[in-house]
């Protein structure tokens, strides 16, 4: 028995077929040893101080750790109609004109700066600052408005 059946009798379609397989996975693997190799040099360029961080950490233990900045923004008044949050959306509202829709309102609070665009609608649909309509759109109280320009 020579060439082609021998091959077909010994099953050397799967050997080759594993042997691809094998070379693939090789290449893979290297390929991603190669790509994350300026990382592990840099851990090794600095391994004094990455050593002395970990045994620093260690041996103070978790309460020595500095804690993260709270990412969730500051509370909001809790009298909004009195503050300047109130003046801020009265004259956006006014600029983009009744009824508007909320995700353009915080679309224009943040491109003109206005600190947590999204928690002071929420707030101000809260307290009722902010209504809604039928057709999905929002309009301002105006009676709140007033009265919370007036009192300042």
């Known amino acids: ?6 091959i077909i009798v010994n099953d050397g379609g799967t050997m080759a077929i594993a042997g691809i397989t094998v070379v693939f996975l ?18 090794w360029e600095n391994k004094t101080t990455w050593i002395d961080d970990v045994r620093q950490r260690f041996h103070q233990g978790p ?28 004259l956006l509202i006014k600029a983009v004109g009744e009824p508007f829709s ?3 309102l915080i ?28 057709n999905g ?3 301002l109280n105006h009676e709140v408005c007033q009265d919370g320009m007036r009192d300042k």
């Open 1 to 6: 028995m020579k060439g082609l059946e021998a």
């Open 137 to 139: 759109f929002y309009s």
């Open 107 to 134: 679309k224009i609070a943040e491109n003109r700066g206005v600190g947590h665009p999204h928690s002071k609608v929420n707030h101000l649909l809260l307290e009722k600052v902010i209504l809604p309509d039928e």
């Open 63 to 90: 309460e020595a750790i500095p804690e993260t900045k709270n990412p969730l923004p500051a509370p909001i008044d809790e009298n909004i109609r009195d503050t300047e949050t109130l003046r801020q959306f009265n």
């Open 26 to 43: 090789s290449l893979i693997i290297l390929s991603f040893i190669i790509s994350q190799l300026h990382k592990i040099l840099l851990l």
């Open 102 to 104: 909320l995700p353009e």
